[in-house]
């Protein structure tokens, strides 16, 4: 009798530590980046969302997503308020960490933000790449997403400059995975045109959505269908550069 109760007592201990250890050995994707990838507050009524904040909805629960994007971050301020370093005391191996910095890097009026792109901008680039693979983690380079900033021609006009670029650059000499979200976005901004792309953004006229009385008009941040739209074309882009990504996609 005593030997039973004793026996059943190591198979729930058993099985307590292999709960224990798939939870712990579950990959996590973490996020870092700026506001065009950040959580939202309000999300079930505010309008506005980062294309981190939908990306679970694109993944099954074979990976766990966390997101630490900050609105109005650059690559710089990440650093300085030491939201890196609590991303890569979390990282294990295995795990993988999405980079996309360059809205807020570009910020030359304020000196806590701007970083020059093939200087700092870059060296911040690499410390991420480097500090993350020396944990285990495969980290992924993503360009920054485009704003809808189209001409009176109905040309889109890059607002970037080299930033892009650099990102480029780092990724092909670092052998990093690089996810060229500015044509992605770029692709899809023009699919839908002049007109229609505003449905990717926040565009409203005074009293038409409650959490913008006043209206809004936004060419930068995305609304949710853009979110998920921006996600999708993401996601179809990694599942054909990290071919081991492909398991934790959504049938």
Known sequence: MRYTY???????????????????????????????????????????????????????????????????RSSKSFIAEGRWQTVLDSLKKGDYLFIQFGHNDEKIMDSTRYTFPYTQYRYNLERFVNESRAKGAIPVLMSPIVRRNFNDQGVLVDTHGEYPLVVRMTAKELDVPFIDMQFLTERLEKSYGVADSKKLHLHFKPGENPYYPDGKEDDTHLSYFGAQQVVNEAVKSLALRLEGFKIFLKN
């Not at 198979?11 to 959580?39: E, K």
């Open 6 to 72: 004793y026996r059943a007592l190591l198979g729930i201990a058993l099985l307590c530590s292999i709960n224990i250890g798939f939870s712990q050995n579950t990959p996590v994707l973490y996020l870092i980046g700026d506001s065009t990838m950040a959580d939202k507050k309000d999300p079930d009524t505010n309008p506005e969302h980062g294309w981190g904040q939908v990306l679970h909805e694109f993944l099954n629960d074979s990976i766990r997503v966390s997101n630490h994007a900050v609105n109005g």
